[in-house]
């Protein structure tokens, strides 16, 4: 689904009707325990989001489960973005209407910071990484648009700079793909892994 067939935009206070709804959702998942707003999730304004974390004996699972059952039961997913480390995942969701939940899942028992963090696009095969990195064109995209909606006029402009790099960055995975590389973690792979996590590439 495009934006373009968008019937509405959200309306202020969304993220207080939402977050009932959401943690109605979680509530069908036995891995669950808990769902609660937090960070910035005290925002009513339109272009606010949403920010809910899930504690759960299996973090990534439930936080895939609860995507998928907003992007089913509340509206389509246009875009998402994820990320890890040792104490938790998150899943960062556009929906078709503009809305945007972010999702962080923590385990059941607190970490002692020792596992093994978890990184989106490591090894994979290259149309697998077009296919995430074409994933986070969108996302960001649509930050790009908020920012600039919300009057932050530079930070909009910093993120469309950044796709412009997504776009390079998919080139050179279709030339790894092109000469054979899918075995090893390339120079176009380890480039987006350091523009997902705000790095710039040496």
């Not at 609660?36 to 004996?57: E, I, K, P, Y």
């Not at 480390?85 to 939940?101: K, N, T």
């Not at 930050?143 to 469309?160: N, P």
């Amino acid at each position: 689904m495009g934006l373009n067939s968008l019937s509405r935009l959200p309306d202020s206070g969304w993220q207080e009707r939402l977050l009932p709804v959401l943690a109605g959702l979680a509530s069908e998942d036995a891995r669950v325990s808990d769902l609660r707003a937090h960070g910035s999730a005290g925002g009513t304004a339109r272009w606010s989001d949403l920010d809910v974390q899930v504690t759960a004996t299996e973090p990534i699972g439930a936080a895939e489960s609860l995507a998928c059952r907003i992007g089913d039961r509340v509206a389509p997913v246009f875009a998402a973005s994820r990320s890890g480390s040792a104490s938790g995942y998150c899943v960062r969701l556009v929906l078709a209407d503009l809305r945007r939940i972010d999702i962080s899942a923590v385990p059941a028992e607190p970490s002692d910071g020792t596992g093994q963090a978890l990184e989106p696009g490591q090894h994979q095969e290259p149309r697998e990484a077009v296919a995430e990195t074409l994933a986070d064109f969108r996302f960001e995209a649509v930050l790009a648009a908020v920012k600039a909606a919300r009057g932050d006029v530079l930070i909009g402009a910093h993120l469309t700079l950044q796709l412009a790099r997504h776009v390079l960055v998919i080139a050179m995975l279709l030339r790894d793909r092109d000469a054979g590389l899918s075995t090893t973690l390339s120079l176009a792979e380890r480039t987006r892994g350091k523009l997902a996590a705000g790095i710039e590439p040496a």
